[in-house]
């Protein structure tokens, strides 16, 4: 059952991120969807190869909490990684549809990302690395599962460069270079449930007026990148620009992170390292738990911080566990 790309018939786009791009494939001989993952990895045959090698470890990764693994093979110059294909997409793209996610589907996802991370670690020692809406899929059934996690060393170093854009979710010890822990995921992991239930990045906070329609607008472009994701300097420049005259035009001014999608890619790293951590705000929107559970991840020094099998064990998401919410009832609304 080697996977070939002769076999795969494209159907259409998925999306786009900064390794790649992902298609829906028809698998023809079996009649089988999947969603083909398209990695431009500029390596020597060798290295490619030995990213191939490492890859095969998600033959053995099976849990409902983990997109399963068809296969992968090289199609030069690209890697080909063949997935599950989940129906209703990723928790971004869902957000950015129907808005903010209703606080018990956010705890579902708590309990399913926890399960999924306690899983690849205790298993086989993986480490996620790159937790953030864009990897955590849904589909019609209801499930919750978690992809792109950091099972190829030699691929993470291959597009380390290229992965720059998503370091927004990067928690504070990273930033300073310390070593990777599970306990990273957990930060990046608090940083997405907050975005998911306030159905906007928490850094692009612009707290200093909720009346400014034109930044409205920005947080709810589905085309823009959240956060800061790499722009190009002219992009910069040209909204430099727009928030200069807007300063001038109302006397009020701006602060730094008052509409944090004009902060500079270093900006946002120096506020995650050196402000407090962002919270589940207004203060009683949301569950006690949901708040205490979401302050829990995002303690900055990661001793303080738990490991998702720690967590497991936290009120909300035991709750969450045994809560009847119906997530196919909830598919079926978009
Ligand atoms: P990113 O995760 O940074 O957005 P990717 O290249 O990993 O970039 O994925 C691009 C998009 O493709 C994701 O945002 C997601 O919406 C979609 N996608 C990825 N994997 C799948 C999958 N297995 N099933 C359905 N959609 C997927
Ligand atoms: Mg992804």
């Known amino acids: 059952h080697d996977l070939r790309n002769e076999d795969l018939k494209d159907l259409h786009e998925l999306g786009q991120g900064n390794g790649g791009s992902v298609k829906m494939v028809e698998h023809v001989p079996t009649n089988t969807i999947m ?13 490619r190869k030995q990213i191939l090698r490492e890859l095969q470890i998600m033959h053995d990764c099976n849990s409902q909490y983990i997109i399963s693994f068809y296969g992968a093979f090289i199609s030069d110059p690209n890697i080909c990684i063949c997935m599950e294909f989940m129906d209703k997409g990723s928790l971004d793209g869902i957000y950015k549809k129907i808005g903010p996610i209703d606080v018990d589907v956010v705890g579902k996802v708590a309990l399913a990302v926890l399960e999924g991370l306690t899983y690849l670690y205790d298993v086989h020692r993986i480490i996620h690395r790159d937790i953030k809406p864009s990897n955590i899929l849904f589909n019609s059934k209801g ?3 978690i992809c792109d996690f950091g099972v190829s060393g030699e691929l993470i170093n291959s597009i ?6 998503t370091s927004t979710y990067m928690s504070p010890e990273r930033i300073q270079g310390a070593q990777y822990t599970v306990k990273s995921d957990v930060w990046s992991l608090g940083i997405s449930l907050i975005e998911l239930a306030l159905g ?8 200093s007026d909720d009346s400014d329609l034109s930044d409205f607008e920005n947080t709810l472009s589905p085309s823009r ?26 006397s009020k ?7 944090g999608m004009t902060m500079s890619i270093l900006e946002l790293l120096q506020h995650i390292v050196n402000e407090p951590a962002p919270r589940l705000t207004p203060e009683g929107r949301f569950p006690k738990e949901a708040e205490d559970f979401v302050d829990s ?5 990661p001793d303080e911080r738990k490991t998702p099998k720690e967590l497991l064990k936290h009120p909300w998401v035991e709750g969450s566990r045994t809560s009847g919410f119906d997530l196919v009832a909830w598919a079926s609304t978009f």
């Open 200 to 207: 906007r990045f928490p850094f692009s906070d612009s707290a």
């Open 143 to 145: 499930q919750i599962k």
């Open 297 to 301: 991840c995002l303690f900055k020094e």
């Open 160 to 165: 380390a460069d290229t992965f720059v854009g």
């Open 35 to 47: 969603a083909k993952k398209i990695v431009l990895i500029d390596a020597k045959p060798a290295v």
């Open 225 to 250: 990148p959240r956060g800061l994701a790499l722009r190009s300097a002219e992009e910069a420049r040209a909204e430099k620009e727009k928030r200069d005259k807007k300063k001038k035009r109302k």
């Open 253 to 259: 001014g701006v602060s730094l992170q008052g509409g």
